[in-house]
């Protein structure tokens, strides 16, 4: 073998794995841009969808909701939408103080989501994986918007109290 085509070899080898780290580390494909913004569309009408459920039902059935607070309603909807497959939502606590310890954050993402809100974030997501495919993971912020919020949850009206936590897939 002569040295310039060891060095030849050499380099060509170099390349070829110079390149094949670059492609699974640093240059992986990632989900496509359009298809992100679509998915994030998607959580944001959700959200709407939500809040004004839960705020309507809490402003129109007051004096029940010591029965059944609109969080349990919410629960159950969330529920249902990750029984059917189409996402995952969840309320998580951002006051310390959870009316329901389950309610703490739990997942890599609700702890580093709640951190950002309650360092002022309105809004904090991530795009992620879930049984190997594309997941958008975002978090929206639950302040106390009623009186009965406030009351019930000991806090001022207005004060943070939590979020909205979703994985919804991307397609
Ligand atoms: C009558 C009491 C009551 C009222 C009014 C009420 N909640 Fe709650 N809230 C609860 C209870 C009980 C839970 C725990 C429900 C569960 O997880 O099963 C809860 C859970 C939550 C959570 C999850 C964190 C935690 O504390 O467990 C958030 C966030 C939340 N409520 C926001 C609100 C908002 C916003 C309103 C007003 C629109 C509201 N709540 C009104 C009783 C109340």
């Given at each position: 073998?002569?040295?310039?085509?060891?060095?030849?070899?050499?380099?060509?080898?170099?390349?070829?794995?110079?390149?094949?780290?670059?492609?699974?580390?640093?240059?992986?494909?990632?989900?496509?841009?359009?298809?992100?913004?679509?998915?994030?569309?998607?959580?944001?009408?959700?959200?709407?969808?939500?809040?004004?459920?839960?705020?309507?039902?809490?402003?129109?059935?007051?004096?029940?909701?010591?029965?059944?607070?609109?969080?349990?309603?919410?629960?159950?909807?969330?529920?249902?939408?990750?029984?059917?497959?189409?996402?995952?939502?969840?309320?998580?606590?951002?006051?310390?103080?959870?009316?329901?310890?389950?309610?703490?954050?739990?997942?890599?993402?609700?702890?580093?989501?709640?951190?950002?809100?309650?360092?002022?974030?309105?809004?904090?997501?991530?795009?992620?994986?879930?049984?190997?495919?594309?997941?958008?993971?975002?978090?929206?912020?639950?302040?106390?918007?009623?009186?009965?919020?406030?009351?019930?949850?000991?806090?001022?009206?207005?004060?943070?109290?939590?979020?909205?936590v979703y994985e919804v897939?991307?397609?």
């Amino acid at each position: 073998m002569t040295t310039r085509f060891a060095l030849r070899v050499a380099v060509i080898l170099a390349f070829g794995i110079g390149t094949g780290w670059a492609l699974t580390a640093a240059d992986k494909p990632g989900p496509d841009k359009a298809a992100v913004e679509r998915t994030r569309e998607q959580i944001l009408m959700l959200d709407d969808l939500y809040k004004t459920a839960v705020v309507g039902i809490s402003q129109t059935y007051a004096a029940q909701q010591f029965d059944t607070p609109a969080a349990v309603v919410a629960g159950a909807v969330f529920d249902a939408m990750k029984k059917k497959g189409w996402h995952a939502a969840r309320l998580v606590d951002a006051t310390g103080k959870p009316k329901r310890k389950d309610n703490i954050a739990d997942t890599p993402f609700e702890k580093k989501a709640i951190e950002a809100i309650q360092g002022g974030k309105k809004y904090f997501e991530e795009i992620g994986e879930a049984n190997g495919k594309p997941v958008l993971r975002a978090a929206t912020i639950v302040p106390a918007v009623l009186k009965q919020c406030a009351s019930c949850h000991n806090v001022k009206e207005g004060d943070l109290l939590g979020a909205i936590v979703y994985e919804v897939p991307i397609k």
